[in-house]
């Protein structure tokens, strides 16, 4: 199979963006596993299904009949016939998604999905779980951190379009539950055997990018 480069990283590392940047440098294809969590949570929340409902929302989640494209230069998510690209960012998907980024029956059943294309090579893959659970054997790893100040920052200007305090302020929240929420799936403080890390914190996005294709290189 084809070359397969994983990449985990914490909300705001900008793994995203650098995953499709080093996709689209390498022509490889370019799986957002984050996207797939956020679209079953649309899903279900259209279907009006209370994901507290672990055991209901884990039957359901392997019947969504959710599309990935996974060209880096226009990757693409669909359920059905419906485009969910944007709704799936909408803040009321973020707040609900860890409940099912925490249903093993619904991880279990992405997890399946993301291994079967993995298995099929030639993809740059990124999420929180990819380098040790979804891609273990990639020949490429690599865990992109960055201080949570830098983090903090980057997502104010995503979701505020500025780094002024009230932005701040309104992101701290976000992302410190979100992190939290998140240390049940992955922690970041260490990197797993064999994953290189990259601190992207004092980085511009192409010094990061750059830094990543060395690796692949290596
Ligand atoms: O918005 P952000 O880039 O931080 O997150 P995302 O990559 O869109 O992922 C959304 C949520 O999905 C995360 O907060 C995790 O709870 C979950 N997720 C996961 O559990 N495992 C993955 N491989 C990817 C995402």
Request: proline share 3%; hydrophobic share 45%.
């Amino acid at each position: 199979a084809g070359l397969v480069v994983a990449i985990d990283g914490p909300s705001g590392s900008g793994k995203s963006t650098v995953a499709r940047r080093v996709a689209a440098a390498l022509a490889l294809r370019y799986l957002d596993t984050g996207a797939m969590y956020r679209a079953v949570t649309w899903w279900l929340l259209e279907q009006g299904i209370d994901l507290r409902d672990t055991e209901l929302a884990g039957r359901l989640a392997p019947e969504i009949p959710l599309h990935m494209g996974l060209d880096p230069d226009e990757p693409t998510v669909r359920v059905g016939e419906t485009d969910v690209a944007a709704a799936i960012r909408e803040s009321r998907i973020s707040t609900a998604v860890s409940l099912v980024a925490t249903n093993l029956a619904a991880r279990a059943d992405l997890v399946a999905r993301q291994k079967a294309i993995a298995a099929d090579g030639d993809v740059v893959i990124e999420g929180r779980d990819i380098t040790t659970v979804v891609a273990p054997d990639a020949a490429v790893r690599v865990l992109l951190t960055a201080s949570e100040e830098t983090r903090l920052a980057r997502r104010a200007q995503e979701l505020y379009g500025n780094v002024d305090a009230t932005a701040l302020d309104a992101t701290r929240d976000q992302v410190a539950r979100r992190d939290a929420d998140d240390s049940t799936v992955a922690r970041f403080q260490e990197a797993a055997e064999g994953v290189d890390v990259v601190d992207s914190s004092r980085m511009t996005l192409d010094e990061t990018v750059s830094a990543v294709l060395e690796l692949v290189e290596k």
